[in-house]
């Protein structure tokens, strides 16, 4: 109860363990304590109040890993809060922003913002939210998204649910070929397999060693790193280290760790080490 969450707020957290130069735009209500993003020493916030409620609910976690969301305000203020700004693509400019992450739940406005957005050279990273009652126009909007995209994020349920059953090499395949240059499929406990399309590369990349509190982001702070890691480097298994780190550091306590200098010289350590587990495979063991 009263935890910072949010997988906007998640995966801004995976890159800020590398970058300083890391911001979040969000919505929210006048109700909101601002304080509460001090631990993550953020460069702006860009924080818009709204007239309607900040967004607050419930996660219910399974033995097997299911997860149930209960929003505790209206759904409709619920959507106004999560609806991108007309203007996005202009704040983005304005703030000199290089590159961006986003969360699509296959909702109309994402396919022109995005195409808007990569118009004026912002790079992309999107992760697709799957939720109960997602139809088939709202799948067929995030595929649709691709192609505007550089990286391509989404777990093992959300796969499934945008593809169907198939091999996962060839999924992955499939999805590149929309667009993105990176498709990096989050597998929890098993890690993540990232495949670049333009050298055709698969790299299998373990889950990095931490001692488990909650998981709650940790797969958003998995794209936050994988983001920063890519545009700061351009080398897929340095952007794949930092993803399985800043994944495993949001593991060890309940909402987003604090910022602090020690924790991110052991994120550094932390990533050496990662950078000796990742391997390239051949996309045949995975179909």
């Known amino acids: ?56 609910a419930w996660q219910l976690f399974e033995h097997d890993g299911h997860r149930t969301q209960i929003p505790r305000i209206p759904l409709v203020d619920w959507a106004r809060q999560l609806a991108y700004p007309a203007d996005f693509a202009e704040l983005l400019r304005t703030h000199g922003v290089r590159a961006v992450h986003l969360l699509s739940r296959g909702m109309p406005n994402d396919l ?9 050279g912002v790079r992309i990273s999107l992760e697709p939210i799957i939720e109960d009652g997602m ?18 994020s989404p777990g093992t349920d959300e796969l499934r649910v945008l593809l169907g059953k198939q091999p996962l090499h060839q999924a ?10 990176i498709v990096a499929l989050r ?12 050298s055709r ?3 299998r990349v373990p889950a990095a060693t931490a001692n488990v509190i909650d998981v709650t982001g940790a797969g958003n702070a998995y794209v936050g790193g994988l983001l920063v890691g890519w545009v700061e480097t351009g080398v897929l298994e340095m952007a794949a280290a930092n993803a399985a780190v800043s ?22 350590r932390r990533r050496d080490q990662a950078l000796t587990e990742v391997i390239e495979v051949d996309g045949q063991a995975y179909g």
């Open 187 to 198: 597998r929890g406990a098993d890690g993540s397999l990232v495949y670049h399309h333009p």
């Open 1 to 56: 109860m009263g935890i910072l969450g949010g997988g906007g707020m998640y995966a801004v957290a995976g890159m800020r363990l590398w970058n300083e130069a890391v911001g979040m735009l969000s919505n929210v209500g006048a109700d909101f304590d601002s304080n509460m993003l001090g631990q993550l020493d953020l460069q702006t916030s860009m924080l818009r109040v709204t007239g309607q409620q900040t967004q607050r």
């Open 172 to 181: 992955l395949v499939n999805l590149a070929e929309r667009g993105p240059a």
């Open 201 to 203: 590369r698969l790299l």
């Open 112 to 120: 022109p913002l995005i195409a808007q957005i990569a118009a004026s």
């Open 135 to 152: 139809d088939a126009t709202q799948r067929d909007l995030v595929l649709d998204c691709l192609e505007y995209v550089e990286i391509f």
């Open 247 to 268: 994944a495993a550091l949001m593991l060890e306590q309940i909402g987003p760790p604090t910022i602090m200098p020690a924790l991110l010289a052991a994120a550094r």
